[in-house]
C-alpha cells in the first residue's frame, strides 16, 4: 500500500507497479486511511512525506501503536536528503527510506526484501507464541483478537479460553473477534466461527471485524441474525454508539412514562389520631391550629366569672358568721 499527495510522485508509482501479480493500493493521506490501513492489512507501506505536515509522522506513530499495524514494514519516501531524519527514521517508526525520485528496479527490490524478512519474523513469532488469541476486556465489551491461522492455532486455543466460569462472567458484555491478521479464512474457518458464538447464547449479536476477509463471511454465513460483520474498527465503534445511545433513549421514555403513571395517582389521606394533651382528649383536625405556651398549660387556669361571685358570697357571708360569734 503507497499513501502519497504529490500527484507526479503517485503517477510515477503507478508506472512501478504496472503489470505486478500483487495487489498494490495507491491512496491520498486523510484521516480515513489509517482505518483503511488496519483493516486492508497490507504486507508493506510506503509512505510519501513532505515534512510539512506532522500529521504525517503522528499517522505512523498510530500504526505502531496497534496491535493490527505494529510489526507491518513501513518504508518513507521523502523528498531530499535530510540528515535529521535519516538519524532518527526508526524511532520515528519507520522501517526504512528512499529518497524521490525513486528507480523502478531497486524500489521493487527494496520492497521485496522487507516483505519477506516481515513474513518470515511473523512465522517465527507464530511458532514461538504462547497465546495466538489476545484477550482485551473492558468497558462492558470484550475482544478476541485472532493473530495466527485460525484452524491450527486459534481455534485449538478457543478450548482453554471459553471455560464455564469465563463463559459466566462474560455473559453481559458485548462480544467481539478480531480477524484481520489472520493469514487465510474460508468457508470452512466460517463454520467453526458458527459453532462458536452458539455458545454465547445470551448474546444478540456476536461482532466480527474482518477486514479483508469480509468477502468470506458474505459469502459463506449461514446465521445472520447473530453474527455481525464490519470491515473496520471505527465502523463498529460507530455502531457500539448508536446502540448505546438507543438504549440511554429507552431508559429516558421509561422514566418518562413511570413518572407519568405515578403522577395519576390518587394521593393516600393519612387518617389524624386523637391528641392526649394532660387529661383532656382533643380531636385535631389538620384547618385547626392550637398555640399554646408551657406556662399557660402548666400555671394558669381560665376561670369562670360566675364562679368567681359565688366564691365572693361565700367568703362574705363567712365573714358575718365569724362576726357574730365574736359578740356573744
Not at 493521506?29 to 504525517?56: A, H, R, W
Not at 526504512?96 to 518470515?120: C, G, N, T, W
Request: net charge negative; glycine share 2%; aromatic share 8%.
Amino acid at each position: 500500500m503507497a499513501i502519497e499527495n504529490d500527484p507526479n510522485s503517485s503517477q510515477d508509482l503507478e508506472n512501478i507497479f504496472l503489470g505486478l501479480r500483487q495487489r498494490v493500493v495507491i491512496t491520498k493521506f486523510s484521516q480515513t486511511v489509517q482505518e483503511y490501513v488496519k483493516s486492508s492489512n497490507p504486507d508493506i507501506i510506503l509512505m510519501g512525506l513532505t515534512f510539512k505536515d506532522k500529521k504525517e509522522l503522528e499517522f505512523i506513530l498510530e500504526l505502531r501503536r496497534d496491535v493490527i499495524t505494529h510489526n507491518i514494514p513501513i518504508l518513507a519516501m521523502i523528498p531530499k536528503e535530510d540528515t535529521n531524519f535519516i538519524t532518527n527514521h526508526k524511532k520515528l517508526g519507520f522501517t526504512d527510506y528512499m529518497v524521490k525520485p525513486l528507480a523502478k528496479q531497486a524500489l521493487l527490490d527494496r520492497i521485496h526484501s522487507h516483505i519477506e524478512e516481515y513474513k518470515f519474523s511473523e512465522s517465527t513469532k507464530t511458532r514461538d507464541n504462547v497465546s495466538f488469541v489476545v484477550v482485551d476486556r473492558g468497558h462492558g465489551r470484550v475482544l478476541f483478537q485472532c493473530r495466527a491461522n485460525l484452524k491450527r492455532y486459534v481455534f485449538p486455543e478457543f478450548k482453554k479460553i471459553f471455560t464455564i466460569n469465563f463463559l459466566k462472567s462474560i455473559h453481559a458484555e458485548r462480544i467481539c473477534f478480531d480477524v484481520r491478521v489472520v493469514p487465510e479464512l474460508g468457508k470452512e474457518e466460517v463454520e467453526v466461527f458458527e459453532r462458536v458464538i452458539k455458545i454465547f447464547q445470551n448474546q444478540e449479536k456476536i461482532i466480527f471485524i474482518a477486514g479483508r476477509h469480509m468477502g468470506a463471511f458474505i459469502e459463506h454465513a449461514t446465521d445472520d441474525d447473530k453474527m455481525l460483520v464490519f470491515m473496520a474498527p471505527n465502523e463498529y465503534e460507530e455502531y457500539v454508539k448508536m446502540e448505546e445511545l438507543k438504549k440511554e433513549e429507552q431508559r429516558k421514555k421509561e422514566k418518562k412514562e413511570k413518572f407519568a403513571k405515578d403522577s395519576n395517582k390518587e394521593p393516600s389521606v393519612t387518617p389524624v389520631q386523637p391528641t392526649n394533651l394532660g387529661d383532656m382528649k382533643i380531636e385535631i383536625n389538620p384547618s385547626d391550629t392550637i398555640q399554646t405556651t408551657a406556662s399557660e398549660s402548666n400555671d394558669t387556669k381560665d376561670t369562670n366569672p360566675s364562679e368567681e361571685a359565688k366564691s365572693s358570697s361565700k367568703d362574705s357571708t363567712k365573714t358575718d358568721q365569724e362576726s357574730n360569734q365574736a359578740k356573744n
